[in-house]
């Protein structure tokens, strides 16, 4: 199987806009998960003490998806003939102090697609993508990130 | 447990610095919490053994976050953390413990800005990277 005209021609293509919330609680649930100690990240008033508004998000916690029953969980920029996803690799970009409180919005471009020979699985698609996380309340771009996305 | 804070002038290139991470099944659910990635081969033994696996294993994601946070503690409350990168190579069975750790490999000055740059990633106790990255802060 080769790239298809629809395949080749969502390279460069953006999804919508998802609306991300960053919670306290969130934050909160990111540190415990990650084992991080620096008060900033969990503590009001230490986080009011060092002028910030509010508890900070670590590096890469750029909050959740708004959750609804039966919603999509991506948009996918076209149709792909492979069913089994593994996550290749990440990297993060943090640009500004994420506050609990915040909401982003997020816009992932995809930046590359290739379909390779695999040993393991015969065939790999290889998926680049950017996503950039805006805040709401005052457009600022607060980080980037890219993605390398495997089907099989 | 963290590494402590550097700064530009004592950071030395060749020095590593390292964090162990237990990755017990109560931890990889609150991650699953943290990140909203409920697949199942990360908290359900059942269903990790019928997908092929021996047991369950830790998010590739947890791995990445766990490289945000040692360059975190390294850069501190007056660094920040530039960008850093990781490649999710091989998997890690849950119930090993991990070691994160981060290289440095250069130090430079760009645009008025102290960087050091690192190799890191994650580590089996065999010694096995399955979590190979480079990543760059800033240091006061």
């Keep these: 199987m080769e790239l298809t005209p629809e395949m080749k021609a969502a390279i460069g293509k953006s999804t919508d806009t998802t609306t991300y919330e960053v919670t306290s609680l969130g934050i909160r649930t990111f540190c415990r998960a990650v084992g991080y100690e620096n008060p900033l990240y969990f503590d009001d008033e230490a986080a009011s003490k060092a002028g910030h508004p509010a508890i900070i998000a670590p590096p890469g916690y750029l909050g959740m998806p708004v959750w609804a029953p039966g919603a999509a969980r991506r948009q996918e920029l076209f149709k792909s003939p492979f069913t089994r996803n593994l996550n290749g690799g990440t990297a993060v970009e943090p640009l500004e102090h994420v506050y609990a409180g915040d909401v982003l919005e997020a816009v992932t471009t995809l930046t590359n697609l290739d379909i390779l020979p695999s040993k393991a699985y015969g065939q790999l698609m290889v998926r680049k993508s950017e996503t950039i996380y805006t805040r709401k309340s005052d457009g600022k771009v607060v980080a980037k990130t890219r993605g390398t996305s495997l089907s099989y | ?140």
């Design chain 2, 1 to 140: 447990m963290a590494v402590d804070a550097q700064t530009y002038d004592k950071i030395e290139v060749g020095q590593e610095f390292t964090l162990e991470e237990a990755t017990d099944s109560q931890r990889l659910v609150i991650w699953a919490a943290a990140s909203g990635d409920f697949y199942q081969i990360h908290y359900d033994d059942n269903f990790a053994k019928n997908n092929k696996l021996p047991d369950i294993i830790v998010h590739g994601a947890l791995k990445g976050m766990w490289v945000g946070k040692i360059l975190d503690q390294i850069a501190g409350t007056d660094g920040w953390v530039k960008e850093w990168d990781v490649a999710y190579r091989s998997m890690d069975i849950a119930r090993e413990p991990i070691t994160v750790f981060a290289k440095v490999t250069g130090k430079r000055e760009e645009n008025g800005e102290k960087l050091v740059d690192f190799e890191c990633g994650t580590r089996k106790t065999d010694g096995t990277v399955t979590t190979p990255g480079t990543g760059t802060v800033r240091l006061p």
